[in-house]
T-cell receptor, first 113, second 114 residues
């Protein structure tokens, strides 16, 4: 087990394009989280999955954002019609049921040009 | 709703000296408290957690944290700082019930000078 993997590590895209990120959690972790971190800020919660069910979404997650975890394993986060303000580090984390801490991936840094 | 405050944007300390990074929290119910460290362009690495029990929690890389319920604080400490400890440190809290969302502070940059 190599921990939480995120792909790609970096993504540069033009404003208005769609982007998709992937997260592979630790295999025995059934809970998966997406966070966004902008420069100088702490991570902000975006959404949470327990197995394949998306149980909570932040108000930060506008209609342009969608996340899936189709088989309760890997997850994808898609941003449609990207905007300048979407530039950030997108972090994925996973945990076990009733576990007390998260394991984070290294993140995907998105730059909108 | 739970919240975390890290009052210092940056902490400067000389190598070999003790360090403290401050954190206060607000949560309903029993607090579950965490410290994470972040190096440039990397994700967050877990340092330590307080769930219950002894107020002094020991973690990775020689770090420890002291839980103080009356002051709602969970300060991170290390007896002797290393230059390699220079990084961004985040305190996080979740309440003890239901959904496990962690709420993070804004982070404190620790700079250890040789």
């Amino acid at each position: 087990d190599t921990g939480v993997s995120q792909d790609p590590r970096h993504k540069i895209t033009k404003r208005g394009q769609n982007v998709t990120f992937r997260c592979d959690p630790i295999s025995e972790h059934n809970r998966l989280y997406w966070y966004r971190q902008t420069l100088g800020q702490g991570p902000e919660f975006l959404t949470y999955f327990q197995n394949e069910a998306q149980l909570e979404k932040s108000r930060l997650l506008s209609d342009r954002f969608s996340a899936e975890r189709p088989k309760g394993s890997f997850s994808t986060l898609e941003i449609q019609r990207t905007e300048q303000g979407d530039s950030a580090m997108y972090l994925c984390a996973s945990s076990v049921d009733r576990g007390y801490g998260y394991t984070f991936g290294s993140g995907t840094r998105l730059t909108i040009v | 709703a739970q919240s975390v405050a890290q009052p210092e944007d940056q902490v400067n300390v000389a190598e070999g000296n003790p360090l403290t990074v401050k954190c206060t929290y607000s949560v309903s119910g029993n607090p579950y408290l965490f410290w994470y460290v972040q190096y440039p362009n990397r994700g967050l690495q877990f340092l330590l957690k307080y769930i219950t029990g002894d107020n002094l929690v020991k973690g990775s890389y020689g770090f420890e944290a002291e839980f103080n319920k009356s002051q709602t604080s969970f300060h991170l400490k290390k007896p002797s700082a290393l230059v390699s400890d220079s990084a961004l440190y985040f305190c996080a809290v979740r309440d003890g019930t239901g959904f496990q969302k962690l709420v993070f502070g804004t982070g404190t940059r620790l700079l250890v000078s040789p």
